[in-house]
């Protein structure tokens, strides 16, 4: 053995496992071996796994979360936009169900002149992911190379990928693994997937949607601002200006849940139309990042100068160029049955006369990747054109026997599995409910706690 071999520490993944599930604190080399180990195809995913949920149930200090962010952002490389004009905004979401901001933010937010390099996660648990909805655009390529990245950013100012084997390549094994481990709902483990992608895009600012709620990883509002400040705290140490919204995932955002239904949503919203719920949280989410691109002056300026932009087809024009830019069929904006369509619809209906009171957010979530809309195995391919479209949302009046919902499916025995959680998930009661939950909780501009 040579002596450098000799007086280097012997790491072995084991011991970073037993110390973490007895709570002990990890060191910043502890974590280095780990990540880079996994990243490098050294530790296999069981270990992995193991020291996954190790986290969630131990949780994190603030020094080992900020050792796994910064690791996990040197697992690649760090994009420099500088030469590029303007400044860099970008937003993300925890993860909710049936929502699909982020199809309308970027080519939005870049009609407006603000580029946007956006490095997104495909779904995750029972939530809906960004890249999935972008795949269900035939020929629409997520997996492109940093030259072709930045070629795309500057031709059109938006831009939206995967992690790659370039880009965050530790948050790219580890989003997947902890999709089918069980162990998603971590702030710790959010902050660190989140922000190392975020850190490494370039970008000038961030905007995050921390979601709250029965479809939230987050279900009460104080964990949510917790993770909402873990994850401002770190951009800021990063010195990017990072802003935190608390929004409502109490019930799915907008009407249709699933890959290709979602996408249909989205050309809605960019038309003009859509949902109430999904164009108000759009434009509010544009409305912060304007200012943050220092292209208005206020919130309520950036709103108004985004509703304008949809109003006039920018936004939408915007998209068209980025999805053909991005190998993507632009036409489906024009005809959205060119989008994958699923063989059999199958209605839910109410039981019973009432008012819908609630539903069970995650519980629809998970119906979806039941059907096939998500994943429950790391090799598991989406089925890009099935998913449910809601009739009713919550504070409808409801008659017995009216549709509440519609499933798209294209087996039948999902169906069934599905129509089972879908029944389970909304609750009909005699009178309207007291209170209708905000759309906007909070929003967190500074980290409050360090230490
Ligand atoms: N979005 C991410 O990118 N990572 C998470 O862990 C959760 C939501």
Redo the contacts with the bound molecule.
């Keep these: 053995m040579s002596s450098s071999t000799a007086s280097r520490p012997l790491f072995r993944a084991i011991d970073v496992i037993r110390n973490k599930r007895d709570g002990l604190e990890l060191s910043r080399a502890e974590i280095e071996g780990l990540i880079n180990g996994y990243t490098r195809a050294e530790i296999p995913d069981y270990q992995i796994s193991a020291w996954l949920m190790a986290v969630v149930l131990r949780g994190m200090t603030r020094a080992e979360t900020a050792a796994l962010t910064d690791c996990m952002l040197r697992s690649g490389e760090v994009l420099d936009l500088s030469l590029l004009p303007g400044r860099k905004v970008d937003k993300?979401?925890?993860?909710g169900v049936g929502d699909k901001t982020s199809l309308v933010l970027a080519p939005l937010v870049a009609a407006a002149g603000i580029p946007v390099p956006m490095i997104?996660?495909r779904g995750?648990g029972h939530?809906g992911g960004t890249l999935d909805k972008l795949e269900s655009i035939p020929g629409f390529n997520v997996n492109l190379s940093v030259a072709e990245f930045r070629r795309v950013l500057e031709t059109c100012g938006c831009a939206m990928i995967g992690q790659t084997a370039e880009i965050a390549p530790a948050?790219r094994k580890l989003?997947a693994l902890?999709d089918v481990t069980g162990t998603?709902e971590s702030p710790y483990?959010?902050c660190a997937?989140?922000m190392s992608?975020k850190l490494a895009e370039g970008i000038d600012a961030l905007l995050l949607d921390v979601k709250t709620g029965s479809g939230a990883?987050m279900k009460n509002e104080n964990d949510a601002a917790f993770l909402a400040g873990l994850m401002v705290e770190t951009g800021e140490r990063m010195g990017k200006q990072t802003v935190a919204l608390i929004t409502d995932m109490d019930q799915p955002l907008g009407n249709m849940i699933g890959n290709a239904l979602e996408v249909v949503e989205v050309i809605d919203v960019l038309r003009g139309g859509g949902p109430a719920d999904l164009r108000e949280l759009c434009l509010e989410l544009a409305g912060w990042m304007l200012p943050m691109g220092e292209v208005s002056k206020t919130v309520a300026e950036g709103k108004q100068r985004s509703a304008e932009l949809i109003a006039s087809g920018k936004a939408l024009d915007k998209f068209r160029e980025m999805i053909a830019l991005q190998g993507g069929d632009a036409h489906v904006l024009d005809d959205p049955k060119r989008l994958p369509q699923a063989q059999h619809t199958m209605s839910i209906e109410s039981t019973k006369e009432g008012y819908l009171a609630a539903m069970q957010c995650e519980q629809i979530g998970t119906a979806c990747v039941v059907l096939g809309g998500g994943r429950e195995r790391k090799e598991d391919s989406v089925d890009p054109a099935v998913g449910i479209v809601l009739h009713k949302k919550v504070g409808d009046k409801v008659a017995a026997g009216e549709p509440l919902a519609t499933l798209h499916y294209n087996s039948q025995a999902r169906a069934q599995q599905a129509k089972q959680l879908m029944e389970a998930s909304f609750q009909i009661s005699d009178a309207p409910p007291a209170s209708q939950r905000p759309l906007i909780h909070k929003v967190i501009e500074h980290s409050r706690e360090k230490n």
């Design positions: 993300h979401s925890t993860g997104s996660g995750l939530t948050d989003y902890r998603v483990l959010i997937s989140i992608k990883f």
